[in-house]
């Protein structure tokens, strides 16, 4: 078990920036793949950003060049830093993780089933 706490997330206004944590209760090098998600009201949960045990990142076409992921293995946080944030960045976004290394395929890499570990999430609010 691999118990992840989101925080960070708030309301802002649009063009700001936030920087979301996710605290795992193990080493983060222990989980070879961590991801950010996201679920605005009434629509899916969606991938944001990835990254495995070598830092190698992937994102998204709506999270490339405005959202860094990051991650402090000797204080076992996952980062996402958001810049330029817009009113449909508004959306719960949730932590996940899994002992495997991240899936290099565009069809699975955000498949919530890649991940075995979920955080309860952390509301983020952009107002225009």
């Known amino acids: 078990q691999v118990p992840l706490v989101e925080s960070g997330g708030d309301s802002v206004q649009a063009g700001g920036s936030l920087t979301l944590s996710c605290t795992a209760s193990?080493?983060?090098?222990?989980?070879?793949?961590m991801a950010w998600f996201r679920q605005a009201p009434g629509k899916e949960r969606d991938g944001v950003a990835n990254?495995?045990?070598?830092?190698?990142?992937r994102y998204v076409d709506i999270a490339q060049g405005r959202f860094t992921i990051s991650k402090d293995n000797a204080k076992n946080t996952l980062y996402l830093r958001m810049n330029g944030l817009k009113p449909e960045d508004t959306a719960m976004y949730y932590c996940?993780?899994?002992?495997?290394?991240?899936?290099?395929?565009?069809?699975?890499?955000?498949?919530?089933?890649?991940?075995?570990?979920w955080g309860q999430g952390t509301q983020v609010t952009v107002s225009s």
């Open positions: 996940a993780a899994d002992t495997a290394p991240c899936s290099r395929l565009i069809a699975t890499m955000f498949r919530e089933l890649e991940y075995r570990y």
């Open positions: 193990t080493y983060t090098g222990s989980t070879n793949c």
């Open positions: 990254i495995d045990s070598d830092g190698s990142t």
